[in-house]
């Protein structure tokens, strides 16, 4: 069995993290600033088309691997070449097999969903981008393996600044539609060099029957946890996308996208460094406690602010840029969607840590859970308030974002509230003073100052009341940075 190195996997999450979340600050910028043009310049119908078509092509993504790549990634001991080969096999059987059928009938989907020439051709590209990004399963593998989140995050990088700027060069050329599509190929081209690049490894085909079945007896399980989100989430998408007309999807989409940006830079960062590093920990749960709740006061730390200043400035937003506010009847949606998304951050870190200590039936069973309330509720609400459905069904599932925090609890020893409770009050506090000032915010250069006010205000609170909390992470951080320089 593999020795673990306990002090370094904690030094590997904390400069992990950091490498994440700074590097990626970078993408979320881009990205902010992509989404904000976009939504400027394309119309919600086109938005729709481009969810649909996603959600249609991702829908291929849970069947890719069964489940291998996460169970590669929690195994004890280090992956064989052979483990390598038999994965790479499979996977690339599976997706070769769905790429060609996903291109036989993608004039089927187009049909059945209204497509014009432009979403079936966008479908198709998203199909090759899907192939090309299956290449990069292996590096990627053996980088969250080894910690080395430094590297992992550069082909990260190239994406989005390849597919970013194309897309809105092509936007702003009148392309609509096709926009995405040329952006996704030229992404996809992009990762993969990169990667291989940065990780490569001696590829090749195998097949080992007797490492595949150790490898599926965890990632079966694993997986069926993604088909069940699959299931809630992006079939979802497609029941949608049937009932509702592309405006309307794209208002979800937009409502939906837009509320989750601070889980893309926190969470999803947390949550990709954490759970190999659990992997490492299933024997050491005191450590694991507290690693569980560090994670948790540093998700608080960034999203509760985040959320908060996103809801409170969206509606001035769309006074003061008059071409933003086509996605004013999307509000409502947005700030249900901001709540669960807010209270999702923490579910899904103790989903992650009872996946990474081996918890998967229990996850498997909430999973269950989710995707009944999301086919229940979602169809009887859109019919009775209209598209606004979908979003007051994510809130009621938010409100059972609990029960995973309290089966952690019954594994392992921490304490889940605590963290939580200073980023809450600090929150708390610019909430109520910048709501007195909302109503004076004019034009452009209120409106940031105001944003300023409230970003300084919090970081003023946190040094004076949190300084203890986040000093013995921020040192270590900064002396690497004095050491690299």
Do not use: C
């Amino acid at each position: 069995m593999e020795k673990v190195d306990v002090s370094e996997i904690k030094r590997k999450i904390l400069s992990g993290v950091f490498a994440l979340t700074s590097r990626t600050l970078i993408l979320q910028v881009v990205s902010v600033i992509s989404q904000t043009l976009l939504t400027v310049i394309l119309t919600p119908a086109v938005f729709g088309t481009y969810y649909i078509a996603t959600a249609f092509t991702d829908f291929f993504n849970y069947f890719a691997d069964i489940g291998l790549a996460a169970a590669l990634i929690q195994k004890k001991d280090e992956p064989t070449l052979k483990d390598l080969r038999t994965v790479f096999t499979v996977q690339q059987m599976l997706i070769t097999v769905l790429v060609v059928l996903g291109l036989i009938f993608s004039d089927t989907v187009g049909n059945f969903y209204h497509l014009d020439a432009g979403g079936i051709f966008l479908v198709r590209a998203l199909l090759i981008s899907f192939f090309l990004s299956s290449l990069k399963t292996i590096p990627s593998i053996l980088l969250e393996r080894r910690l080395n989140f430094n590297l992992l995050v550069v082909p990260q990088l190239f994406e989005s600044i390849v597919f970013n700027i194309l897309v809105i060069l092509f936007a702003l050329n009148g392309m609509g539609v096709y926009s995405f599509a040329w952006a996704a190929i030229a992404r996809g081209i992009v990762g993969v060099v990169t990667i291989y690049i940065i990780s490569p490894w001696s590829i090749g085909f195998d097949l080992s029957i007797k490492e595949l079945k150790k490898l599926l007896s965890y990632g079966v399980p694993i997986q069926a946890n993604s088909f069940l989100a699959l299931i809630k989430d992006n079939l979802m998408t497609l029941f949608l996308g049937r009932v509702l007309n592309l405006t309307q999807v794209g208002y979800i989409g937009w409502a939906k996208k837009t509320s989750e940006l601070v889980l893309r830079l926190f969470m999803d960062n947390v949550i990709r460094v954490t759970f190999p590093a659990y992997s490492r920990l299933q024997e050491h749960l005191e450590i694991l406690a507290k690693a569980v709740e560090r994670s948790f006061f540093f998700l608080a730390f960034f999203i509760f602010p985040t959320s908060a200043a996103l809801i409170l400035f969206m509606h001035p937003l769309m006074e003061i840029v008059p071409r933003y506010s086509k996605w004013e009847p999307a509000l409502l949606s947005f700030y249900l969607f901001s709540f669960a998304s807010l209270w999702a951050a923490f579910s899904t870190a103790a989903i992650n840590a009872l996946n990474a200590i081996g918890k998967i039936k229990w996850t498997l069973i909430l999973m269950v859970l989710w995707t009944a309330i999301t086919w229940i509720g979602i169809p009887i609400l859109i019919h009775l308030v209209g598209f606004n459905g979908a979003a007051i069904t994510a809130a009621i599932i938010a409100a059972t974002g609990i029960l995973p925090i309290i089966l952690l609890k019954r594994k392992i020893n921490y304490d889940a509230l605590g963290p939580l409770l200073k980023p809450l009050t600090a929150t708390f506090l610019m909430i109520v003073l910048i709501s007195f000032f909302l109503s004076q915010i004019h034009s452009v250069i209120s409106f940031g100052t105001l944003l300023v006010v409230f970003i300084l205000g919090y970081a003023l609170i946190s040094f004076i009341w949190m300084k203890s909390d986040i000093k013995p992470y921020v040192l270590p951080i900064l002396n690497k940075i004095i050491k690299n320089k």
